[in-house]
Structure formats: C-alpha cells, structure tokens
C-alpha cells in the first residue's frame, strides 16, 4: 500500500502529476462510458475517473467498486473543464484520471449514507459509532478536539508547567456529586472510588513544590445520564503556585485566545471583561450571562412596591423582587397567545405568572395598564427607557425565581428574535462569588465551589459572624452563555481549612478523618496556590457548533450501560462478581 | 508574591544584579554572625546570605527560619570568594546577599530530610508524598516524564497523528487478566469494567476511518501488587492504517531516538536492530534480551547427545536440551561454593542442578570432567570457543526450563562482572512471534500477544493444520532487557478473525457474543492497520535510572488500598454501598 498524496490535498498546483491515492468510495456514478468516483480519506474528497481509453483493466476493477470499498489508485491529475468545476471542495478544480486500481477491502452498504446531515437516529449513528464517525462533519470535531488539547498542551508546557497524572483508582470524597465505587479484589472489604475530579492530588503537588502542574483528566460522576452530561469528562486541569487571581487569569486568557486563533483561526480581545457575580445575576439573571446581547433584567422593586398593582407590592413588601425585561421594539410581534406561551415557559422556572405591558404612543397598554397611571407610569417608562412600540415582561417573586425565570426567558427572547450573532464568541470572567450557599431545606451551609476555596483575607471574620457575605477567590470563566470552567485561590493554612470545615457542619473529628491528611500536608511549608479546569468536551461543543455533547466524545455513553461494545458479560467477569459476592439490585 | 529569578536559573551572569526570590529553606547555619540560608525551588539551589550590616530586620527575619519555611527574599548576586565556590550545583560560583526576607509561610520539621539521599523507607515516604516529591531525584524523574510525554506528543501531532480519548467505563473483555468492574447504579445489576487497554477502541478509530490516532492512555488490570507492577498503569498507545510492519517500526524508531535525544541528551543510531523470537530465546534465554553484553547460551544439544555424562545424555534423549555458558576468564573467581550458590539461583527457575566445568592448559577440570575425555572434550572445547581460564556453566533440562534458568544467570553473571555499561542504551526489535502459545495443562492454545494480531498470510493454511507454527505479525521493542512495549499488524478480515476464535476454543455462539460488533465493523471497509503500545511507567523507569516503578508514579498504589488519602469512607459512600448492595467478603 502506498500514497503519494491524499484527497483532500490535492489541487491545481498538482495538475500533470501521477500521483497515488488510498481511500474510501463515497460515490461511484457511471456516465457516458466513464466511471466517476469520489475517493474520501480523513482529509478530503477527490473525483477520479475512469475512461476505457486510459485502462480497460482499471475500469473493470471500477465497475465493482461500490460505497464504502477501500481502494488505492493511480493515476493522474487533471484540470476539469472549467462548467464541471465544484467550489465545494479544495480538490473541485481538478480530478484524477485512473491508470491502475486495487480494491484494498469491499464493503457491505452501510446501514446510513456516510454524509455530514444525516437523518439516521442517535441509536444507529451510536451502534455503528466506527461509520458515524467517518462523516466528516464528526472527523473534524475530533479534529478539532485533537488540535484543541494539543494547543493547551504547547501553551502550558512553554509556561512551564508538569503534567502529571494522578490516580484514577482513589478514595471517595464526601463532598460534591456520587462516586463510582470499585471493588478490590487484593483488599477485602475495601474499594476505590474514581474521582470526580484531580483536586486534592494537585494541591498535594503543589505542597510537594511543583509549582505548575496540568493535566487534561479524566472525571467521574455517577449521575443519570443527560443531554449535556456524561458520566466520565474531561478536564483541562492546572494548579499553581505563587500567583495571584490576576496572574492566573491572565494566562488562561492568553491560553484561551491561542485556542481562539489556532482551532478557529479568530482573533479575540484580552483581557477578557470580568463581572461580579452579583451583578451578574442582576442583569442577566444567571451566573453565566450570555453577554452578546441586551435585554437585560431592569429592576422595579424600589418602582412598584407601593404600586396599586397588588401582585407587585405584595411580591416586594414579602423580600422579593420585581424585575422586567424591555424587549425593544417588540409589541407587534407578540399576539395576546404569544405572550401566554412566553408566560408558560417561564412557569417553567417558577414563576407563576408574567405579566405584561405594551407600550404605543399613548403610553402603556395591557391588562394590567389600569394599574400604572400618572406618575406610576412614568416611572415604569423611565426607569424601563421604553418608548412607542416595546414589549415589556414582568415576573415578580422571590429573587431566586425572578432570576431564574426572566433569564430563561431573556435567552429564548435572544435566540426567537435573532439578537445574537452565533458565530461570534464573547468570554467573560464572573468574579467575587459568595464562599457560601445557604440550604435553607437542610438549614446548613454549602460551599459554592467546593471547601478548599480561599475567602478574600478581609472577609475571614465573617466566617463567624455571617458566613453568607464572606466572598470567595473564585472565577468562573463564561462563554456564550455556557460556563467553560473555572477556578480558586486554595486555602493554604490549617486554621483557615478548619474553619471552612466547622461552618460545613463538619464535626471535628470527621473533618480530622476525612481529610486530616490535607491539613497536616499544609503545616509542612505550603505555597499559596490556585487552579482552574475547564470542561473539554463543552469547549469543543461550542467551538465545533455542535449542540449535542455526545458528538464531541469518540465512544459516549447512551441509556444503556450495554452500548457499543455490546458483547455479554464474559464467563471470566461473572466469576469475578460471584467471587466479590458483588450482588446488583 | 513575586520573583524575578529562580533559584537554578542564577549564575555568574547575574552579579551585580538585584533579584527576588521565592522558595523553600532547606538549609540554615550561623556563621560568626552571618546567617547563611540555601533556598531551593524546582529548579535547583542558591545560597542567600543574611548580614546585619546590610540590613538588621532581615538577619532578625532570617534567625526565626527553619528548614522548609517558604520565603521571599530581595537582595543582590554577588561572586563568592574562589575557595567558597560550590561545582556542584548552577548557582555555586554566586550567592544572593539580602537586603529583605518575607516568611510566606512556616513548616513544622519534615519527618525526614529533604535530600536525594534519604534513608526513610518507602512507608514514611508514601505517606508524606509531598513531602517526599521535594526531593529533587523525585522532581527531576516527574520533570523527565513530563517532557517524554511532551516529546512524545509533539513527535506524533507533527507525524498527524489524532489525540482521542477512549472511554474508562466500559465493557470487560474474556481474555487477558482480571478487570476491575464498577457497579451501575442507574442500570441497576449491570457494571462497567475498567480497559486493561483501548485495544478494541483503537482499532474501532481504524474502521471509522481516522487513519492514526494516538493516546497516552491509563489502563487498569486487577493484580496482585509487585515491585514492578502497578493496577493502574500508562501506555502510550497508537495504531495506524495503511502502514507495512516496516514502515510502523522505522515511525516508533524515530520516535525513541527523539525521546532520547531529548532527555537524556543521548544519540541512538537508527535503524535498532532486529532479532527473531526463536533466536533471542536460543541465544539469550529470553523473549528480551539485554544484548549490551555477551555470556550467550551456547547449543550443546548435539555435541552431547551420546555423551558418557549420562544426565546430558538422557536430558536430549527425552526431547530437552543441553546449554552452557561460557563466562570467559572467570575460572579463578568462582570458588566451589560460589558455584553452589550459582547453581541454587538457577534453581528458581527451575534448573535441577547446574553442571560446571573450569579450563586450564591441561584441559577441563572440575566434577564432571572425568565424563568429558579425548574426542568428547575437544568437541566442547571447540564449540564453547573456551580457552584455558574459562569457568563453563551447563543446564540440561526441557527447554523452557534451560531458556529461564540460563537467561536469569547471565543476566546476573552479567551484573555481577561489570559486563553492562550502564550508561548505554542499547534497542532490539524481536519480531516473528509465534500467533499461539500452547498450554498443555489446559490443552488449548492461547494467543501469544493478543487475540486480534495478523497471522503472516503465507502462515495461514498453518491455522488449520499446526497452529504452534503460525508465525504472527507483531514486534517488541527491548531496551536493556526490559520490555518497552509493542504491537502487531492486525486482523482486518471478518473471516480470519473467526478462524482466530476458532483455534482459540470459541464455541461460534460464543465469539459472536463477545465480539460480533467487532467482525460486524469489519465488513464496512475497514483498512488494513496495526499498532504499538509502550508502557509509559517503564520508559520513565529504565530513562531516569529508577529500579523501582513507583518512583515513576505520583501516587503510586501500596500494599494498602486505603493509601496517601488516608481518610475513612464518607457517609455518602457507606449510603452507596448499601444502595447497590455491595457486600465484599
């Protein structure tokens, strides 16, 4: 076997060269005693054709050839007539008259045409995965996923940074999602627990004096299964010494717009904006804001709480909020049922009701108009900027619905009504988050990352009196709308670590249990050090354009454990379980 | 925090400079009235040296200092006086004279000195792992796994190799040794199993068309712990289409002569030479010889056939062999009772005793030499190329046992002479394996590599009728006789694949079971291919000078499974337990 070039290479440079090709038939067509085929390899498609005059022989060969057969062809380039030209392909001007062909491997037809749209289900894309991924549209993700790692690789390596594995095979953490658990067969009784993410190992590098370590990692979760979740993921995963929040999130910028510019060939702006997380929630209602459009959440609670419309006061004099959305210029598109439907889908997200207000050159109307006269309309107007022509959207309830709902409805709004340019990418860092979330259910204390974030130095008497405004040395690295990753400064010192555990509820012998082995690492000369990790498979979903996580993992997991490799449990694994007395509800 | 230097990075090139610091104390001493504080990072050491007359807040900052206190110091690089310079290390010509020292944070004293030497056993090791990764030997050998993966990387990216990562979850395989399974709580009574490697994976990327792929991929095999083995485990892993045997072993050359050249500094010749199995067994006893040396096993089968010794006489007689070494020259230091424990060495692996003979200008002398007169002792003479001097060592036994027996004891003649420049590097391909090893306790044949390697196509009427002469198309690469790793072309037919299973004992229901999705994915065009594994833990091993595999592992796996995280089993971990029923012996 051999190739001097490959399809998707070639072009008219290569016009009068023989040259030598192997690859895949996309398309074999028969046309006025010739045979065209299309030959596919990973780097493109090529037209070769066969003419009697050049090689009965080979045109023979080419009368079998069906979709999908591997073959390995000579012959020679050729300019195409300039009507047949195809300025589809990187090959369109030019195809490859065929002196000899081998049929290297045939095929049998393959259950869907290998093309980028496809109506094939997931279930059979899934099950023949190894054809599935021959469309090219999957072959470029990889593509990219394979030039994405590589980049962050190249970049981290030139700042000096280890990579390091740490184990696979490693204890259950107490805090965070369900851990896959194994048994070991060496030690009786015990098991492993696969990890849900690197954490506790690169702090421990870093008190071993790394100072830069990263590692693109495998992490586990034993959640069920969603559209945007799979039960292993990985990370880009770094840790640091020495360097302060500006510092880290300096390099992940560069390390971001290298990605940018390399994978996607754009030129992105850094420094990237940061936000408070606080105002992030109220402008936008989420704690990762799609920030490439308006629409923002205008708040009116300070404007209606003593509002003739009862609903409105009632939700501000109860602690919670009045907020709105002034969708410009809007009022024509939206009947009366549009609204309504507006109106469900926020009920999605709790609300229990949206209400609504047009605005036309007479001031507002709407079934709730009759409630803002004189100088309460005027300060709805004002407060809103609206003018003739806007639809303005109002949820009123406690703060976390208000947010919840109106950011929900703020991003259908975006996409319904085409306010967002989807080929362009706008990241953004969310800083100065709470350290703490309140349960109010459990009537306890969560940490919002996880318990080995750093507070902010000034905040740390707070942790006794009033944990819920100790702020966190935390970020969060937002794009479009979807959170990449993100990171902390580590709490380094062993009083700091207790404290954090003694206001998670955590009895002190338990912490002591639990990770005394930590807190003593930190008494043996830490550095200060922080990390981030960033989601891989998200970072290639919105890079590649995909919507379906699924398609930016090679062999994803599916509804059934059972998927892909679908043989049966072998006669080996059945004694192991019998022998681990491993009994399965 | 900040630092304009570090400490491996100063030399003479720096005096005169002002520079900043951070890093650990690893060393104190007052000196009439000077203190002089070695401060060490990653990169190596530099001496620091605190006098009142520059400045008395320091020296009162440096008194407090103890050995791993992290420190930030200021001050200038000045040349040290000739008779104080340190050859030992980059910065010895200099030392920094400070003029500020900052305490970033303190340590309790180490439970053992943070030096290359160390005599802490490797428990007090392990369970200060970070303090024990500070020794510098620690660094440099994660440091140099760092860069050969980086190499590694870097090699195949440019060769146009993917980087894709095959799943940990998935389904266990029959053969090979024991998985680890991990229970599904969200498919209740069905577990995963963890990949002893991405094998079936690989070859799935081969049918999909993705031409060459590569990963350094973690794979798991549920053994007992030995000094060389670990249950995790990393290979750099690949495979490749449309590429001769030839063409994938000159691809892996260039590759090692990269790693080489770019860790050790050293120029290895390529091509690496090759050795069939059958001769590396008969010359060396072993399917991995280290050829740095000699000491090779010489066939005395037919020399001996009818001797007067009648144990070699009846060893041949009953289809076992005679062989011998000659260690040349070394008949003056091998007493009678060093012989004896030669002989009781042999004897782990299976030799029921060891035959000696010394030479002198007279002829042999020893035991057994009266059995060895006239034509007889010429004859072996004359074929162990022996001289007066020569201490000659005999096994006659079956042949596995005279293989193991006399290829272990070269290896320690070889030691235990200085026969082994241990700075060399010496590669070996061995190829031409058998397809099939025989087990005649089982009476089946098993597959010497793995089910899925290519028989020759000239040895494949041989699958039907002697299956123990099939030779298979599959290649291991020796570096000082250690197994780097290897590969093999695969099966790519549906029809050979069935044959494999079929010589090894799969009922026809039964290979279809278990790897139907794999002869079904062969019927779709699927490309020639083959590919290579190296065991990434063993590379770093042999490279860094290490004998023990766990230096080469962050955080290795120890007798206990309850290792380096040392806390107990969570709440939520019992809760799962229990949950899936879990109930181990």
New interface residues.
Partial sequence: ?N?THTSGQLNEQHIGESIQL?G?VQKRRDLGGLIFVDV???SGLVQVVFNPEISEAAIEVADKLRN???IQVTGTVIARAANQVNPNITSGAIEVHATEVVI?????T?PFAIENQTDAGEDVRLK???????RPVM?DT??M??DI??TV??FL?DEGF?????????????EGA?????????????????PQSPQ??KQ??M?????RYYQIA?C?R?E??RADRQ??F?QIDMEMS???MDEILEMNERMMKKIMKEVKGIDVTIPFARMDYDEAMARYGSDKPDVRFGLELVDLSETVKDSAFKVFAAAVESGGQVKAINVKGAAANYSRKDIDALGEFAGIYGAKGLAWLKVDEEGLKGPIAKFFEGEAQASLIQTLEASAGDLLLFVADKKSVVADSLGALRLKLGKDLGLIDENHFEFLWVVNWPLFEYDEKEGRYYAAHHPFTRPFDEDLPLMDTDPSKVRAQAYDLVLNGYELGGGSLRI??RDVQEKMFQVLGFAEEEAK?????LME?F??????HGGVAFGLDRVVMLLSGSTNLRDT???P?TA???D??????????QA??E???????
Avoid: C
């Avoid at 280890?162 to 107490?174: A, C, D, H, M, Y």
């Avoid at 369900?178 to 696969?194: K, Q």
């Avoid at 249990?513 to 082995?517: I, V």
């Avoid at 892909?564 to 694994?573: M, N, R």
């Fill in positions: 076997m190739r192997i895949w596919r390899d990973r999908e057969y591997i290297i491997n045939d095929a049998k393959p023949y995965r190894y054809l599935d991924l021959r072959y990889f593509k996923r394979s790692t590589k690789r190249r390596d280890l990579e390091v594995e740490t184990p696979i095979l490693t204890k259950s953490t107490p369900r851990d896959y658990l194994v048994p070991s067969r060496v030690h009786n009784g015990e098991f492993y627990a696969l506790l190992f421990m590098l008190v071993a004096g790394f100072e495998r586990f034993d069920d299964l039960p292993e990985t020495f360097l302060s380094y010192s249990e639990q990770f005394g082995f690492a008494e043996y000369g830490t550095p200060p993992i090679a062999f997991k059934s454990a059972s892909l490799l679908t043989q049966a449990p072998s006669p080996v694994a192991q379980l022998e681990l007395n491993l009994k399965l509800k």
